[in-house]
Structure formats: structure tokens, C-alpha cells
């Protein structure tokens, strides 16, 4: 059982990064319906462990943008979330998923945030969450975020991590630049 495990973790790992390396479409999206695929490849898990979902983002523009790598960071970010609620002692786990257009300084960008009252994330490891191999789960392979903020890198992205420490949650946020926008529906 043992070879067959670390064999199995071994092609997932290797699957993973041939999905990273994956070559840079942009596509007119709608990103709420992005959004809701993310929540439905997680369904299963997060009916499973009764994860309650809440959706703070309405209507969004149809945007330019790399669905492939959008789709690989939020599946990525909404399973991380889960996991973060396994074993912590309260009585309602909930993920809160926003996204708006904001205005910053170079420009309009869709912020995205995934947002847990999990566990949360010590202050020494906010910025090591990202570095590859790091890991807190006992069953991790550290591979996720790291490859989450390559692919939000390559859309000229960031993905940082914010947390008040153990035992507050955690959030998420993504923000990449919008590019053209197209009709608004």
C-alpha cells in the first residue's frame, strides 16, 4: 500500500505541474460562472463536512482573462479553505467567496477573495505558505499554493495571504488585471 500511495501523491504532484506549465489562453469570461464552477468541482467536500458557502459577489462584466489558470487557483483556494475548518472546534464552518472590479493604483483589477473561520495561519508562516513543499497538513504535499501564486504571476498577478493568527481564519485574495473590458451583459 505504501509504494502505491507515494507513486499515486508522485502523479498528482507530476499532473498538477503539467497543468501549471500549461500555455497562456485568454478568453472573454463571465466570472461569476467561473466562480460558481470552482464551488461546484468542491461540492462533494464541502456538502460532506455541512461547509456553509457564502457569495459576496453579484453580477460581474464579461472579462479577458486565462480561465484555465482563474479555474486552478480558486478550486485550489476554496479546498485549502476546507481543509483549514477539518478539527476546529466550531459550530458552523463557512467559506466566503467575494469578487469585485476595484480601482487601484495601475488600474482596474478583479479581486477575489476566499475567506475560512478555520484554523487560521501563524504569523510566521504567512509568507511561507506560498514557498513550494511547505506544508501544514499532515497529509499536504506544499505544491498547491505555490503553484497558485505562479499562475497568478503569469496573469500579471498577485495572490497573498492575510490571517490575525491561530484561531481566526484565514483570507485569501487574488488580484489580477482585468484587461479589456467587454459588454456587460
Partial sequence: LFPYTTLFRSEVVATQQSYASASHV?????VDELLDDALRMNAGSLTRHKVEVVKRFGELPVLSLDRHRLLQILV?????AKHAMNGVPHQSPCITLGAALVDDAQG???RITVAD???GIAPENLTRVFAHGFTTRKDGHGFGLHSCVLAAQEMGGTLTAHSDGLGHGATFTLEIPTG??????
Fill in 180 to 185: 479589456t473590458l467587454e459588454n456587460p451583459r
Fill in 76 to 80: 485550489n483556494l476554496i479546498s485549502n
Fill in 26 to 30: 485568454v478568453e472573454s469570461l463571465k
Fill in 117 to 119: 473561520n478555520g484554523g
Fill in 108 to 110: 482596474c483589477v478583479l
